[in-house]
């Protein structure tokens, strides 16, 4: 239904910044997005969405007021802007989207998904 695509990680020195991007395309335009993590050895989790169209945001506490979600409409494309980064930030980014209008922070509802980019913050 909702076809993702990610790029912009790679490596960075602690205290660096990434953006990460990801472009939604298919049959159905997604109402909330999200990018989600997955480190080494740990579970997936969802650290940070938004309604599409609308400026409201979410984070998780670890990466809050490190990490910025954003959109561009006419580019059907949302950021994920990283700075002050950690080594504990090291992981496999996802980036997400669903169709349920009113649960954009609710992580079990997200069920397009994109390939993963990695990102690697080094000490």
């Known amino acids: 239904q909702v076809h993702l695509v990610e790029s912009g990680g790679g490596s960075v020195q602690a205290g660096g910044s990434l953006r990460l991007s990801c472009t939604a395309s298919?049959?159905?335009?997604?109402?909330?997005m999200g990018w989600f993590r997955r480190a080494a050895g740990k579970q997936r989790e969802g650290i940070a969405g938004?309604?599409?169209?609308?400026?409201?945001?979410y984070y998780v506490d670890s990466v809050k007021g490190r990490f910025t979600i954003s959109q561009d409409n006419a580019k059907n494309t949302v950021y994920l802007l990283m700075n002050s980064l950690k080594p504990e930030d090291t992981a496999e980014y996802y980036c997400a989207a669903h169709l349920n209008w009113g649960e954009c922070f609710n992580w079990d509802k997200y069920n397009n998904w994109g390939q993963g980019i990695q990102v690697t913050v080094s000490s």
């Open positions: 298919g049959s159905r335009e997604p109402k909330c």
């Open positions: 938004t309604y599409i169209g609308v400026d409201t945001t």
